[in-house]
């Protein structure tokens, strides 16, 4: 599932029938087609300003914040589009690889909060899995890599036998979901290289 052509088609959908500033409307529309996410951004937080908690706004913006690397506002854009719109799962879908890109690449501000941040994340793939169902690859892929992460970074601190058992219990979550994809996309080597990591790390914490 392409979100961000969904997103797009959402926008010109709704910018026939809204008030949003038709200037701010195709010049961010044309640097997003363009992947200047930077002007987009620049378009769309005026366009915000104007018509404050609009979904469609807060998708695009959520969206080219994400692009830009900005996750902190993309996250922040998100859980605003959430209270407004609590079934849209692209919001939770980026917030949750947002939220993932930080735990992984923290800033020394943030160090302190990477669990929380995996943790979140991991709660932002399982509500989008809640809401498409269990037909969509990309959200059990994108869990999988979380639960393999947060493993990882537990099992740097794992030295007590409980707090290793954790640590195999996330690499066989991580397991499981990589699993899904593969009854959906079989033989995909990437995949399957990832269960042979997640399997080899069980293994050396026993």
Do not use: H
């Not at 941040?117 to 899995?129: G, V």
């Not at 994108?142 to 740097?156: L, T």
Request: proline share 2%; net charge positive; hydrophobic share 35%.
């Amino acid at each position: 599932m392409n979100y961000f052509k969904r997103a797009i088609l959402g926008l010109i959908i709704f910018s026939s029938t809204s008030t949003f500033a038709q200037g701010n409307y195709e010049k961010s529309m044309q640097a997003m087609m363009n992947g200047d996410f930077k002007s987009a951004v620049t378009q769309l937080e005026k366009a915000d300003t104007k018509t404050p908690d609009n979904a469609k706004i807060l998708q695009m913006l959520g969206y080219s914040y994400f692009q830009n690397g900005e996750y902190e506002k993309c996250i922040s854009t998100y859980s605003r589009l959430i209270t407004v719109k609590p079934s849209e799962v692209s919001a939770y879908y980026y917030r949750g690889k947002a939220r993932l890109n930080i735990a992984n690449d923290p800033k020394e501000s943030l160090n302190s909060l990477r669990e929380n941040f995996y943790t979140a994340a991991l709660k932002d793939f399982s509500k989008s899995i809640e809401i498409t169902g269990d037909e969509d690859s990309q959200m059990f892929q994108n869990r999988a890599i979380a639960y393999k992460d947060y493993a990882i970074f537990r099992s740097y601190k794992a030295k007590k036998k409980e707090d290793k058992l954790a640590c195999v219990a996330l690499f066989n979550n991580s397991i499981a979901d990589f699993q899904k994809v593969l009854t959906m996309q079989p033989l995909r080597k990437d995949i399957i290289d990832w269960i042979t990591y997640d399997k080899a790390q069980i293994a050396s914490l026993k």
